[in-house]
C-alpha cells in the first residue's frame, strides 16, 4: 500500500513564526503536491513538484514556499504565518504513467494548522 | 478556467438504496478525473480513477462514468451501508499534475 505521511497531524503557531509541514511518501513517486483545504473553498493546490529540485506553482502560491531535496519528502514553508493561513493542509503523491499520463493521487492524513 | 461543480451539495438516503453522485466539469480537455472519499478530520482515499480515454470503471459497489464530451462523471454507489457516510470529491486533472476539485457531495447513510 502506498503510504503518505505527515509530519504533524495538529499544529499551532503564533503570526509571524516561519513554519515548516513535511511529507513524505514511500512509493518512489515523481510527483508531490500542497494543498488547503478551506470550509467553502474546497481543495486548492499551491504547490507541486514533478521531480526533485523541480517545483511549479498551483492556484494559491502566495506566502508559501516549498522544497523538495530528496525524491521521498516535500516540504510546505509558511515563511511568516498569517493567521488567513489557518487551515487543513493536506500532502499527496503520484506516479507518472508509461504514457505520461499522471496516475492516482495518493492523500496523507493532513495538518491542521492554527495560526494565533 | 476549469470549474467543477458536484450536485447534490448533500444527500441523505436509507440503507440499502442504489445512488448516483455528480460530478460536472467546464473544460472537456482533461487528463483524468478521479474521484475520492473523505471522513470528516481526514485525508482523502482514492477510489476511483478514469483515464480520459476510458468510458467507465468499476470497484466493488462502485461504478463511475466519463462523458468528456458533456463534461459530467457519474458516481454510481450500489446498496449503500451505513460505512458508506462520507464526503465524496471528484478530481478533474487538467493539466500537467494539476487538479482540479469540487466541493463535494456530503452522503449520509440511515441505517
Known amino acids: 500500500d502506498v503510504k503518505v505521511t505527515q509530519s504533524s497531524r495538529y499544529l499551532v503557531k503564533r503570526t509571524g513564526e516561519k513554519v515548516f509541514l513535511e511529507c513524505v511518501q514511500d512509493?518512489?513517486?515523481?510527483?508531490m503536491f500542497w494543498y488547503r483545504q478551506d470550509p467553502g473553498l474546497g481543495l486548492r493546490l499551491i504547490y507541486f513538484?514533478?521531480?526533485?529540485?523541480?517545483?511549479e506553482k498551483g492556484d494559491i502560491p502566495e506566502g508559501y514556499s516549498v522544497s523538495r531535496e530528496k525524491k521521498e519528502r516535500f516540504s510546505l514553508i509558511l515563511e511568516s504565518a498569517s493567521t488567513n493561513q489557518t487551515s487543513m493542509y493536506l500532502c499527496?503523491?503520484?506516479?507518472?504513467?508509461?504514457?505520461?499520463?499522471?496516475?492516482?493521487?495518493?492523500f496523507g492524513p493532513g495538518t491542521r494548522l492554527l495560526v494565533l | 478556467k476549469q470549474e467543477v461543480t458536484q450536485i447534490p451539495a448533500a444527500l441523505s438516503v436509507p440503507e440499502g438504496e442504489n445512488l448516483v453522485l455528480n460530478c460536472s466539469f467546464t473544460?472537456?480537455?482533461?487528463?483524468?478525473l478521479q474521484w475520492f472519499r473523505q471522513d470528516p478530520g481526514k485525508g482523502l482515499t482514492s477510489l476511483l480513477l478514469?483515464?480520459?480515454?476510458?468510458r467507465e470503471q468499476t470497484s466493488g459497489r462502485l461504478n463511475a462514468s466519463l462523458d468528456k464530451s458533456s463534461g459530467r462523471s457519474t458516481l454510481y454507489i450500489a446498496a449503500s451501508q451505513p460505512g458508506d457516510s462520507a464526503t465524496y470529491l471528484c478530481?478533474?486533472?487538467?493539466?500537467?499534475?494539476?487538479?482540479?476539485f469540487g466541493d463535494g457531495t456530503t452522503l449520509t447513510v440511515k441505517p
Open positions: 499527496a503523491s503520484s506516479s507518472t504513467g508509461l504514457a505520461g499520463g499522471h496516475e492516482t493521487q495518493y
Open positions: 512509493m518512489d513517486h515523481e510527483n
Open positions: 513538484s514533478y521531480d526533485v529540485k523541480m517545483k
Open positions: 473544460d472537456s480537455a482533461i487528463y483524468n
Open positions: 478514469i483515464q480520459s480515454s476510458q
Open positions: 478530481a478533474v486533472r487538467r493539466d500537467a499534475g494539476k487538479s482540479t
